[in-house]
């Protein structure tokens, strides 16, 4: 059995507390949720498991999100944050006549502890035959918070 009491903490806010994620992400995303939002936990409904910190906020549009809560830098997060972007993205695609679409969530990572070399935002490259896109996953330092 793996000990992570910080996910289980994280995953109890998340359930149990749910509104508590809107500022959370209005500091992360700059977005300007008010908490009258409904908030989405999102589950599992195949055979993939979808990350923890999966949820979707319906306001005036619908938004997915991935946060994912990391206690120390191991330096494979962005690895599993992309891991589970793509699980998220492919949960929701749409297939038409030769063409699949996927929408990957805005994505972060709140650090409960840092160093000097943790990055702002970390970013994901994905090359393909017709060129390179990116996205950023901020992350958030929990110590330079009061």
Same mark, same amino acid.
């Not at 035959?129 to 918070?145: D, F, H, I, M, T």
């Given at each position: 059995?793996?000990?992570?009491? &910080?996910?289980?903490?994280?995953?109890?806010?998340?359930?149990?507390?749910?509104?508590? #994620? +809107? $500022?959370?992400?209005?500091?992360?995303? !700059?977005?300007? &949720?008010? =908490?009258?939002?409904? +908030?989405?936990?999102?589950?599992?409904?195949?055979?993939?498991?979808?990350?923890?910190?999966?949820?979707? #906020?319906? *306001?005036?549009?619908?938004?997915? &999100? !991935?946060?994912?809560?990391?206690?120390?830098?191991? =330096?494979?997060? #962005?690895?599993?944050?992309?891991?589970?972007?793509?699980?998220?993205?492919?949960?929701?695609?749409?297939?038409?006549?030769?063409?699949?679409?996927? !929408?990957? $969530?805005?994505?972060? #990572?709140?650090?409960?502890? !840092?160093?000097?070399?943790?990055?702002?935002?970390?970013?994901?490259? +994905?090359?393909? $035959? =017709? *060129?390179?896109?990116?996205?950023?996953?901020?992350?958030?330092?929990?110590?330079?918070?009061?």
């Amino acid at each position: 059995m793996v000990n992570t009491p &910080y996910d289980d903490v994280f995953r109890t806010l998340l359930t149990d507390c749910t509104a508590l #994620i +809107i $500022p959370v992400v209005n500091e992360l995303f !700059h977005t300007s &949720y008010t =908490g009258k939002e409904t +908030i989405h936990l999102l589950q599992n409904e195949h055979f993939i498991k979808l990350p923890d910190g999966s949820f979707e #906020i319906l *306001g005036r549009e619908r938004k997915r &999100y !991935h946060v994912e809560c990391q206690s120390t830098e191991d =330096g494979s997060m #962005i690895v599993r944050m992309f891991e589970y972007d793509t699980q998220l993205a492919l949960e929701n695609r749409e297939v038409t006549a030769g063409a699949l679409v996927v !929408h990957f $969530p805005d994505s972060a #990572i709140v650090a409960l502890r !840092h160093t000097k070399n943790t990055p702002e935002v970390m970013t994901v490259m +994905i090359r393909t $035959p =017709g *060129g390179e896109v990116s996205y950023a996953v901020p992350v958030l330092k929990v110590r330079q918070y009061t």
